[in-house]
């Protein structure tokens, strides 16, 4: 019986990411102003994506190029509509794996039903984790994220996260202020490790404020200001402003308590239902928020003062690209 023996030439060694991959951009509906100035910082230009709604309002989506092989980043924070923008980055994520693209790094500037990451009572869901497992069963590799809003949401991914936080944009906008006499305040116990990253940044000692909430968004009761804050100026930190509630009852706290002036800073805007009428009637002096979530005209009232999160997303994107340290971005 003849054998015959077959002969496999040994495989070359596959050239890094950046090398055989090229950076892909796709926008979601979320917020394409801030998308369009991530690729500007970038010199990317964003990809050709469709995005439709059929009759019946399901989400459609066609990916217009090809992108077999390439390393894909989605822009799209599932703000409000949080249910619209979550499913259209689901769908979009679908599409590219079955596009064979060879990487999806999903890019949430701001993460949908973060605040539901625990159970509170009896049976409740634990939201953010279910979001996580879509995310992952869509077939996302990677997921890039702005602020998440509590730690424990690191752990609910089994792919790998980068965290960007925006202390360093906002901080350095309080910085070139030189406000005197300067106090960070902490509007609940939850945000301290935030306050105290804030005020490492200015050099600013810490206050918590001690509240009472009976349910979401209804803070029934300020109950104690720990710190001294007596003629200082107070920066509150906060990661969310959605219907300002927390901000404006902890502004008039501390003006009980003798501040001077009271500023406010958050990364996410959501400002739903009576938020800008509560700020516009407040005695904060300045919101101070990032572009995370799309601000429409009438919520841009002259005490809002919105950053742009787009150098820091590029400088991330672009660096997970190259397969290089993201966290050396916050060294400092």
């Not at 406000?179 to 804030?198: C, H, K, M, T, W």
């Not at 927390?246 to 502004?251: F, S, V």
Request: with cysteine.
């Amino acid at each position: 019986m003849s054998q015959q023996t077959l002969h496999v030439e040994p495989r070359a060694a596959a050239p890094d990411r950046g090398a055989r991959a090229r950076l892909k951009l796709f926008s979601g509906s979320g917020n394409p102003q801030l998308s369009h100035e991530i690729a500007e910082a970038l010199g990317v230009p964003l990809a050709d994506l469709s995005i439709f709604r059929y009759a019946d309002g399901e989400v459609g989506v066609r990916i217009e190029e090809s992108v077999r092989g390439e390393d894909v980043f989605v822009i799209q924070p599932t703000c409000p509509p949080v249910n619209e923008n979550l499913v259209e980055l689901l769908v979009i994520i679908d599409a590219l794996r079955r596009a064979s693209a060879d990487r999806i790094t999903a890019v949430l500037p701001y993460f949908g039903y973060a605040r539901q990451d625990r159970k509170m009572r009896p049976r409740e869901p634990i939201s953010a984790k279910l979001v996580a497992n879509l995310l992952t069963a869509a077939g996302c590799h990677r997921l890039l994220a702005v602020d998440l809003h509590a730690g424990q949401l690191w752990g609910f991914f089994d792919i790998p996260l980068d965290h960007l936080p925006s202390r360093m944009i906002l901080a350095d906008h309080f910085a070139r202020k030189q406000l005197e006499n300067v106090i960070v305040v902490s509007p609940d116990v939850g945000g301290v490790p935030r306050a105290r990253e804030f005020a490492k940044q200015l050099g600013a000692p810490i206050a918590i404020i001690d509240k009472r909430r009976d349910k979401p968004n209804d803070v029934r009761e300020v109950v104690h200001v720990i710190g001294k804050v007596y003629r200082r100026t107070a920066i509150i930190v906060d990661d969310i402003i959605d219907t300002a509630g927390t901000l404006t009852m902890g502004a008039q706290a501390l003006f009980k308590r003798g501040v001077s002036a009271v500023y406010a800073c958050a990364t996410h805007a959501i400002l739903s239902g009576p938020a800008v009428q509560r700020l516009g009637h407040s005695r904060i002096a300045e919101i101070v928020v990032t572009n995370t979530i799309p601000l429409s005209p009438e919520k841009l009232i002259d005490k809002i003062t919105v950053l742009s999160v787009a150098p820091l997303v590029a400088e991330a994107i672009r660096r997970i690209h190259q397969d290089t340290s993201v966290s050396e971005l916050f060294e400092r």
